[in-house]
C-alpha cells in the first residue's frame, strides 16, 4: 500500500502550475509524500526481512536490497531523463508515475497472496511458525535457540 501511495502522489507534480502558492504546494505534495510513503515501505519491510531471513545471511540480503535500490535508483534517473528529454518534462513525469502505478497493480495479486499467508495455490502458511516455548522452561529456550541458529522458522 505504501509503494502505491508513493506513486498515487507522484502524480500530485506534473501539476504544478498555476499561482506561486499553488505551483509550489504541488511541488511540496507531489515530493515530500511520495518520500513519506517509501519511508514508510522501508520501515515496514525491516520486520519482514528481520523474521524471514537467517542471522548468517543477514547482512548480505540487506547489501543486496541496497545494491538494487541503487540500480534501480540509477536507471529510473537515467529513464527519466531520456523521456523527458523525449516527450518533455511535464509529461514525463506523467509517463514515469502512471509506468509505477502499473508495477504496483502488477505485484498486487502476489503481495495480497502472501499477506493472506498463502504461498502458492497449496493454502500453506508462506511463514512456518516457530516453536512453542513452553513457560518457565531453561530447557525449552535453549532448544528455541538452537532451533533460531539452524536457520529455520
Not at 28 to 38: E, M, R, Y
Not at 64 to 91: H, P, Y
Not at 109 to 118: C, L, M, N, S, Y
Request: proline residues 7%.
Amino acid at each position: 500500500m505504501c509503494y502505491a501511495g508513493a506513486a498515487a502522489f507522484g502524480l500530485v507534480l506534473p501539476l504544478a502550475s498555476g499561482p506561486p502558492p499553488v505551483a509550489i504546494g504541488c511541488v511540496v505534495l507531489g515530493i515530500s509524500l511520495p518520500t513519506f510513503f517509501l519511508s514508510i515501505a522501508n520501515i515496514a519491510l525491516t520486520p519482514v526481512i528481520v523474521a524471514d531471513v537467517v542471522e548468517d545471511a543477514m547482512g548480505r540480503t540487506i547489501a543486496t536490497f541496497q545494491v538494487f535500490g541503487g540500480t534501480a535508483g540509477l536507471i529510473g534517473a537515467l529513464t527519466g531523463g531520456a523521456i523527458g528529454e523525449w516527450v518533455g518534462v511535464r509529461s514525463g513525469i506523467w509517463v514515469l508515475d502512471i509506468a509505477a502505478l502499473g508495477g504496483v497493480a502488477a505485484c498486487l495479486p502476489g503481495a495480497i497472496r502472501v499477506a493472506r499467508g498463502h504461498h502458492g495455490d497449496h493454502g500453506t502458511p508462506a511463514i512456518t511458525p516457530a516453536l512453542p516455548v513452553p513457560s518457565g522452561s531453561l530447557e525449552g529456550i535453549a532448544l528455541a535457540d538452537e532451533y533460531a541458529h539452524e536457520g529455520r522458522h
